[in-house]
């Protein structure tokens, strides 16, 4: 049985009197609510009080919405729960990732390029501070992957890079900025992802490291998550098999599960070995790392059978449930693993002092105090002092930069645009308030045009070098779900963008959002990461192009992706 008094609880006699009898007055299907975390994309009433009343769900994660709106939901969602909800969301890179209002403070990598532990920490407190100030509990972040694959389409901006010390120094500071105010961290994806270029929406992602290997990289920063008081943690739809054979010799590849159904990595690895206390939820169910190892109606109940404390989403919300509550009565799920399940939910609750607040009245967010907290000065200096020294100046041909228009006037900007991502900004406009940037400084910014023309009927080289002081790329690919590969797709007809002219025009590649574009274009010889697009990115990479400002960043990853050209 869980130690409701030990780390990271803490739990007061009367905190554990509360967490008792509240599960002692539960029925089967109250139980079965409180294993699942669902979702709430809107505030329509009806379906959020449903959540509540019917479902009787245990939390309710929110996708970004307007502050007025999340407020609304959340009031809803916890004012006609029975016990207080968790309200969580994915506060990845700010408070953004609740109220579309919030600050930006930016991508894990952006923090990580600053090389300044504390600047994580003020990241996760801006988080914890806005979060909670329109009423969310759960911060689905720090993500403490580390990227040791560029193939990796998930990872990517979204980690501290690929230094596990990095990655361990950051991601415990960026859970305690969280939580100390007042917001749970859920440090993910365990057992670790970024080994191999899969992504677990789409498949099963595997880390193929050796105990040994996995020990002193992943191991490490769980480890020191888990001491600095974590309180929750993530489990993948990730594959560890040197584990899995550790713990199970006679295991074959046939058996080998993702962490999320697997006892031997959920209960003996993380829970028994490293010793964690705290609660345990999947990631999203609906993943095909999930769905695809066996019959969904095995799988719901697996994942508690497992080891994991709550469920993460449904396919289809009242067939999961069924699922759920099937595989209780037939044991799949064992009364005391049920138990030490449901306990561990309510004592996150009761450590938050969700069960006091509801009874004092002070649960519900309100509009006005939300409002004063997200966006505050304090967080967008914490944004601007992130991004000032976060861009970076990954190699530089000399002479050519600062930029001016004395020497640079005219301009060649060439777009690599990607679309929007849950996990990136929208690629869309930045293009164009770059473009706009550069021309109020006194810039002739002319975009590039493909010619219609193929062999032989191409504009002329020289007319290149005769119209045009400087060439820019900017790059907007971002990393998201539901793709295979983070490359640059080349216009028509021939590669018609490709940067053919460095030899005689000064050519800068910018990417503000992959760091790993010197894969594509290795012979470039200045090349700039910012690892991330926002109106503060933009403008201090003005500002540091035209000399105004300089180069701090420091590389958390190999932009050079191992190649020995790219560095020429």
């Known amino acids: 049985m869980t130690d409701l008094k030990a780390k990271p609880f803490y739990l007061q006699d009367e905190d554990i009197e509360w967490v008792n009898q509240t599960l002692a007055g539960m029925t089967l299907d109250e139980k079965v609510g409180q294993l699942f975390c669902l979702i709430a994309y809107t505030s329509e009433e009806e379906q959020l009080r449903s959540l509540a009343r019917d479902v009787k769900a245990g939390g309710v994660m929110c996708r970004p919405m307007p502050t007025a709106e999340a407020v609304d939901t959340i009031r809803i969602l916890q004012e006609n729960a029975k016990i207080p909800m968790l309200i969580s969301a994915n506060l990845e890179a700010g408070g953004n990732g609740i109220a579309v209002e919030g600050t930006r403070v930016g991508s894990h990598m952006q923090i990580a390029a600053t090389d300044d532990d504390s600047l994580a920490y003020k990241a996760g407190a801006v988080c914890g501070r806005e979060g909670a100030a329109v009423g969310a509990n759960w911060g689905f972040a720090p993500i403490i992957d580390i990227d040791y694959n560029f193939r990796n389409p998930i990872t990517n901006t979204r980690t501290f890079g690929s230094d596990p010390e990095r990655v361990r120094r950051m991601g415990a500071a960026y859970a305690k900025g969280m939580q100390e105010h007042g917001v749970a961290a859920s440090v993910k994806h365990f057992p670790g992802d970024g080994v191999d270029e899969l992504d677990q929406h789409l498949a099963i992602s595997i880390n193929g490291l050796s105990t040994a290997e996995w020990d002193q990289t992943y191991g490490k920063a769980y ?21 899995s054979r550790h713990f199970n010799p006679a295991i074959t590849d046939e058996e080998l599960l993702p962490a999320s159904l697997s006892y031997d990595l959920t209960t003996r690895l993380l ?8 609660l345990v939820v999947t990631d999203a169910s609906s993943m095909a790392g999930m769905v ?9 109940p697996q994942a508690i059978a497992a080891g994991c404390d709550m469920f993460l989403f449904t396919r289809n919300m009242e067939e999961d449930l069924a699922y759920m509550k099937q595989g209780i009565e037939d044991g799949t799920v064992a009364p005391e693993r049920l138990e030490d399940a449901l306990r561990k939910i309510l004592a996150l609750k009761a450590s938050l002092g969700l069960h ?7 649960l519900i967010p309100d509009l006005e105090t939300a409002k004063q907290v997200l966006a505050a000065e304090e967080h967008k200096a914490w944004a601007q002092e992130i991004t000032a020294r976060s861009i970076t100046l990954v190699k530089e041909e000399a002479g050519v930069l600062p930029l001016s228009p004395a020497k640079h006037r005219r301009v060649l900007l ?10 990136a900004a929208a690629a869309d406009t930045s293009i164009t308030a770059f473009k706009q940037r550069l021309e109020q400084k006194g810039f002739e910014v002319e975009q590039f045009n493909p010619s219609k023309g193929m062999e032989g009927l191409l504009k ?12 820019l790329y900017v790059a907007t690919l971002a990393t998201k779900s539901n793709q295979t590969t983070v490359r640059i797709e080349w216009a028509q007809p021939m590669g018609a963008d490709v940067p053919v002219f460095q030899a005689e025009i000064p050519t800068v590649f910018i990417s503000l959002e992959n760091p790993y574009h010197l894969l594509d274009v290795p012979r470039v010889k200045t090349f700039i990461n910012t690892y991330g697009t926002s109106e503060i990115v933009l403008q201090e990479l003005v500002d540091k192009l035209t000399g105004n ?3 701090k960043g420091v590389s958390p990853v190999d932009p050079f992706c191992g190649r020995w050209d790219a560095r020429i």
Do not use: C, W
């Open 292 to 300: 695809i190892p066996m019959h969904r109606s095995k799988a719901v």
């Open 414 to 423: 060439y777009p690599l645009q990607s679309g929007q991502s849950y996990f």
């Open 223 to 243: 480890e020191h998550a888990i001491e600095e008081g974590a309180l929750t943690v993530m489990i993948g739809h990730i594959m560890q098999p040197a584990y």
């Open 271 to 278: 829970k028994e070995k490293l010793g964690f206390n705290g």
């Open 460 to 471: 002329a080289y020289q007319d290149y070098v005769d119209q045009y002081d400087v060439i």
């Open 356 to 362: 006091r607040k509801q009874k004092d009245g002070t």
């Open 549 to 551: 400002s300089e180069f």
